[in-house]
């Protein structure tokens, strides 16, 4: 380990091989992986993709996977 703390972000839509890539070197660097997830009101606002998953649906995906 070469971190005590690690801190990713995202949206996690559609939970795919890059996502799956930051994860796992999150977690190969690091000790503790702090991991957030936007907020329905974000991709909104700031990223005007549509549709997006909900939030409970892109938080179940990403749980599964971890």
Same mark, same amino acid.
């Given at each position: ?8 972000a ?10 799956? +890539?930051?994860? *796992? ?5 690091? !000790?503790?992986? =702090? ?16 549709p997006? +998953?909900?939030? *409970? ?5 990403? !749980?599964?996977? =971890?």
């Amino acid at each position: 380990m070469v971190f005590r703390y690690a801190c990713v972000a995202g949206t996690f839509d559609g939970l795919h091989a890059g996502h799956e +890539a930051l994860l *796992d070197r999150a977690f190969e660097v690091s !000790t503790h992986v =702090l991991i957030g997830l936007t907020s329905e009101q974000y991709v909104k606002h700031y990223k005007k993709i549509i549709p997006v +998953a909900t939030y *409970d649906m892109r938080y179940t995906a990403l !749980t599964l996977w =971890l």
